[in-house]
């Protein structure tokens, strides 16, 4: 763990060290007066910690049209920050019991992993009700699409390149 970075052992799970060195809890928003121009660098080691008003802005107000997946867990959105990065938002529905404990162990974790199979988590927002993380775009489509023909009139993965697939999610 980088120096600097504190992690908390407390029932509400994950903390983070602000600028200023005060260890706060990932589950309490920032207050909006707290003076910080952009996104905080979370000191979790990696990421950032976005503002709701952040991603909103990103999204033009998770707007339908920027909607690029869906499903039980929530509702992907496509944005793109003030900086021009292109992202992709997963604005979880569910935040309760479990689902705010796969909240936390994916920010913890997945948040800190690098593999070329794997597209990045950059960070995520915690506030009041809502429970994002804000990945990187690539924009290809999802394996789904591929898979199912969905990019084209007939799927472009021959056989071999869909076992080199599988075999690169096993690896990841």
């Known amino acids: 763990m980088p120096a600097g970075s504190k992690r ?41 910690w976005f503002t ?6 990103a999204t033009d ?12 867990y929530g509702i992907v959105y496509r944005g793109t920050l003030q900086d021009s990065t292109i992202i992709a938002v997963k604005n979880l529905l569910n935040n309760r019991g479990q689902a705010e404990k796969e ?4 920010v913890e974790t997945i948040g800190r992993v690098r593999h070329k199979n794997l597209v990045r988590l950059l960070g995520y927002c915690v506030e009041g009700a809502y429970r994002m993380l804000v ?5 290809n489509g999802n394996l789904d699409q591929w ?4 990019i084209g009139e007939e799927s472009p993965l021959t056989w071999d390149m869909r076992m080199n697939i599988i075999i690169g999610t096993a690896k990841g």
């Open 8 to 48: 908390s052992t407390a029932a509400s799970g994950l903390s983070a060290t602000t600028s200023g060195g005060s260890e706060r809890d990932l589950a309490t928003p920032r207050s909006a007066g707290s003076g910080a121009a952009g996104p905080e660098v979370s000191h979790l080691g990696w990421g950032h």
């Open 147 to 150: 898979l199912h023909g969905e």
């Open 61 to 72: 107000g998770l707007a339908e049209e920027n909607v690029i997946g869906e499903g039980g």
């Open 135 to 139: 990945y990187e775009y690539v924009d």
């Open 52 to 57: 709701l008003r952040e991603l909103e802005k």
């Open 103 to 106: 909240f936390k162990v994916e």
